[in-house]
């Protein structure tokens, strides 16, 4: 005869039985779909053409921009100590501090650097409209002008667990190259939008690529600079193409980024050791260093990186015949390239439209706020 009390022991075994078959059948804990399915086209959109020639872009399970850890033999303990972190290569230091979500949403802050904040008397007040611009373009964003002396404590709160790069930063021997790291520091660790005082925001960022574009597929967006279709072009400029450093926006711990970090910070202590980590002494110049040719290096490395793209598939490297007299933005992978147009109007060369052009975004008034101030266009 079937009592209460055997009853009560029948189900409650049933019920333990169909949790255990339950849990043995789910995923680990650590496998996350990735809602792409495994494979993201590299254009999503007929107004985005596809860049010739460049095979599939390879985002790992978890949906981010790297490839996931090689699996050990030995069980893992978990989460890795601070101590473990600190022996890895720069590069994966960086990675597990600031980790890359290409499917997160761009970061609502503008960065600009200078002297002065625009509280102080002592802005320029040639400086005021374009600064303005910026907060008038993106109302509720989070807009800070960052003087000298807060970007070095902002630097070192930030990478306080990536010694070397703190330590990178702060021996740096000339105003530019600090403000040139600086951009990549901040966009690395936090995203958003960098540009610099001199430039005016013609069109707020959320006009710079259509809605029906998915921002779940795009972490940079980026604009030529210079596109010199000339014989004597190395007379004027680095590289062939060349993309703009003045206005970046970027998710936070894009590998562009994680790349030209990891590469300035090297190239820093490297001559730092050698003693000619000074004022007159580089081995290499600014614009090579820190600046836009060093800049448009990295893009051009991580279009051709079989990390994040399957080359096997490719028809050949990404290089500037791909971005050259070009009149729409293309994307490449999850980094949209816009055309000389978004970010230089009115340079009145090289096929770029006026500051009225329907695609301008960002104009630049190349104040030569780097330079000192006897060198410059306009005193501030």
Request: with cysteine; aromatic share 12%.
């Amino acid at each position: 005869m079937l009592t209460f009390r055997k009853s009560l022991i029948i189900t409650a075994f049933v019920l333990t039985l169909i949790y255990l078959l339950r849990s043995s059948q789910s995923a680990p804990a650590n496998s996350i779909k990735d809602s792409t399915g495994g494979h993201r086209p590299e254009a999503d959109v007929a107004s985005y053409p596809q860049t010739t020639g460049r095979a599939a872009y390879k985002p790992s399970q978890s949906g981010r921009l790297y490839p996931p850890p090689t699996a050990s033999k030995k069980k893992q303990s978990g989460q890795q100590t601070l101590t473990d972190i600190a022996g890895k290569p720069l590069r994966e230091q960086l990675q597990y501090q600031f980790p890359y979500d290409v499917e997160g949403k761009f970061p609502a802050y503008i960065w600009q650097t200078w002297k002065y904040t625009p509280a102080s008397g002592e802005f320029g007040e040639s400086f005021r409209p374009a600064e303005a611009s910026w907060t008038e373009a993106h109302p509720g964003f989070v807009h800070e002008v960052i003087t000298d002396e807060v970007a070095v404590h902002l630097i070192r709160h930030l990478y306080a667990s990536v010694p070397s790069v703190l330590e990178a930063y702060k021996s740096l021997p000339l105003p530019v190259l600090k403000a040139d790291f600086f951009r990549y520091l901040v966009l690395l660790a936090r995203g958003g939008i960098y540009t610099d005082i001199d430039t005016f925001a013609l069109k707020s960022a959320t006009e710079w690529i259509p809605a029906e574009v998915p921002r779940s597929s795009i972490g940079l967006i980026i604009g030529i600079e210079a596109d010199p279709d000339r014989e004597d072009w190395r007379e004027w400029y680095s590289r062939r193409i060349q993309f703009c450093q003045w206005t970046i926006q970027s998710k936070p711990g894009h590998p562009v980024l994680r790349d030209i970090v990891a590469t300035i910070t090297e190239d820093t202590l490297r001559m730092k050791k050698a003693g000619v980590l000074k004022s007159g002494k580089l081995d290499k110049s600014v614009v090579e260093f820190t600046g836009p040719a060093v800049w448009t290096d990295a893009i051009f490395k991580f279009f051709n990186n079989p990390e994040f793209f399957e080359m096997e598939r490719s028809k050949g490297n990404i290089s500037y015949e791909h971005f050259t007299s070009m009149k729409t933005a293309k994307k490449v992978g999850d980094v949209v390239v816009l055309p000389i147009t978004c970010f230089s109007p009115g340079v009145q060369q090289m096929g770029a439209g006026e500051p009225d052009d329907p695609m301008a975004f960002v104009k630049h008034d190349f104040e030569g706020t780097w330079k000192p101030e006897s060198e410059r266009k306009v005193h501030a």
